[in-house]
């Protein structure tokens, strides 16, 4: 199943420069060119037309949450099959004043009925993959649009609802289908039902690339959600039918309550923080596993001289192989909900923990067995078993004060569960849980429990220089290769002196607690095979469904990143547009 959702996505979209409102179609760019930098405002994101719509909000003054909250909701349009307000995210907000850091939870949460045999079948074992990946008992209540609301009320200047217009002009006028959402459709979509099937699959066959696609259904949800707030969909009659569609879905019926959607809140956590070298990085904690794993691995790697090994070395990425395989065995072990398993954060980032994972780590041999450590605070028995969450949207938005907003946004795989509501696709995110709640007696600590939040690999990051200053802030989507894509993007900025964007485009070396590692295909890490072979790396070369976003500050200055992989853009508040480089074999994911 796992396999299904890394296969690619190929196709370029075009862009626009200077529209305030997000238009149709525009010329795309194609050279490779930076942008120049800007002290004004920006935003990166994985399409040109939700970036658009963040720059109209801050040229009317708005803020980097205002900015970051019109991002998502374009988003939710125009690449429905990775996110929207049926899924959830995970923020993390640099206030430029204070210099304090925020983070809100807004994962999707199980239904109070939800138990550990939620995806087992009567003979005890895990359901087949299509029922647990497409089933109504797949989705989660939603948090993405309480999030907003949320930080709407904290952060934002514009009114709540001038975010919404670039959305609802969008769904109401019509927007051209991109390549990447055609073939979404085509591979990975399917599954969709009632109105979306009507929608997306018109005459029994998906959209085609360049049609135009209306959504007057979508425009109305959005206008009502524009002058209501997001109680349409956690109190009214939204949720109801969010309900009923659930637990009379044909697949796995779900045992959602209204009460389920009512009692969901936006949580504050604790930001996760450590320094690598001189910098200090900081991240979401669980049940976000990407801030405590992202910390781990760059820590790993302290020890080594990766700036003189440098990018060309296949020893420099047999390391970041060897110290992801090591984070991603205690990711898999301890990160869960911290409401419901208590998780030995400090441990498991203290520099001393890190420094002993390390010393296991050997620049001319591979480990033999990968294992969990004993961080502490664990607990005396661990079950591991990873489940990766699947489709993904990143982005980030800084405001002319300087605020941060980074953050990361999902409904798990293509078009969630498939199930819409409201012309609103729900997500299928519980399959994030450990399927199978022991191991040899042991419960796991990611198992399913009524109310809990599963693990995420979300990882938005923020990192700062020396001198306390934001230096870079980052998110990627690609399911449980975030983390590696975000870790990766760093060793290359802080360690290998590349641009974020240079960084961004690297190659992938994807070692997920395992033995076995998979390179990127296409990349320059492909022809490192047979040396990464004789370093003792079990490798394969294989397409890996990679999309990341940055923005990172030069000499004072703001200069966007964005994955060439993708049709993802940054835009400075001019409307000038990072000119991304597309790859020729565009590795779009399906798991974005």
Known sequence: MLRRFLLALTGPLALSACATVPTAESPRPDAAASAPGTTQGMVSAADPRAAEAGIAMLRKGGSATDAAIATMLVLNIVEPQNSGIGGGLFLVRHDSESGAIATLDAREAAPAAAG????????????????????????????????????????????????????????????????????????????????????????????????????????????????????????????????????????????????????????????????????????????????????????????????????????????????????????????????????????????????????????????????????????????????????????????????????????NGYYGNGIPVGGIMLNNELPDFDIVPQKNGIPAANRVEGGKRPRSSLSPTIVYAPDGSPRIAIGAAGGSTIIAQVAKALVGVLDWNLSAQDAIAMGLIYAPGTKKATVEEGTELAAMVPALRALGEEVEVGPLGLKANAIEWVDGRLVGAADPRSEGVAMDIAGTITQIKRRENDLNGAHD
């Open 116 to 411: 550990p045999d939620w995806f087992l079948g009567t003979d005890g074992k895990p359901l087949p993959g299509r029922e647990i990946y497409q089933g109504g008992r797949a989705a989660g209540v939603p948090g993405a649009l309480a999030a907003m609301a949320e930080a709407h009320k904290r952060w934002g200047k514009l009114p709540w609802a001038d975010l919404f217009q670039p959305a609802i002009a969008l769904a109401r006028d019509g927007f051209v289908v991109s390549a990447r959402m055609h073939n979404g459709l085509r591979l990975y979509g399917k599954h969709v039902t009632g109105w979306a099937r009507e929608t997306y699959w018109p005459a029994g066959e998906p959209l085609a690339e360049g049609a135009t696609l209306r959504l007057p259904l979508v425009a109305n949800t959005l206008e009502r959600f524009a002058k209501e707030g997001p109680a349409p969909l956690y109190t009214g009659d939204l949720a109801r039918e969010a309900v009923a569609a659930l637990n009379s879905a044909e697949t796995l019926p779900s045992k959602m309550t209204a009460e389920d959607f009512a009692g969901y809140t936006v949580i504050e956590r604790d930001p996760v923080c450590g320094t690598y070298r001189v910098w200090r990085i900081c991240g979401m904690g669980p049940p976000a596993s990407g801030g405590i794993s992202v910390l781990a691995i760059l820590k790993q790697l302290e020890r080594f001289d990766m700036a003189r090994l440098g990018k060309s070395s296949p020893v420099a990425w047999h390391l970041i192989a060897e110290s992801e395989r090591l984070a991603y065995a205690d990711r898999n072990a301890y990160i869960a909900d911290p409401g419901y398993v208590a998780v030995p954060v400090a441990g498991l980032t203290s520099p001393h923990y890190l420094a002993e994972r390390s010393q296991l780590i050997s620049e001319s041999a591979s480990l033999q067995s990968i294992e969990a450590g004993r961080p502490e605070g664990a607990p005396a028995k661990v079950a591991s078993r990873g489940w990766a969450d699947q489709g993904t949207s990143s982005l980030t938005a800084v405001d002319a004060e300087g605020n941060i907003q980074q953050l990361t946004t999902t409904i």
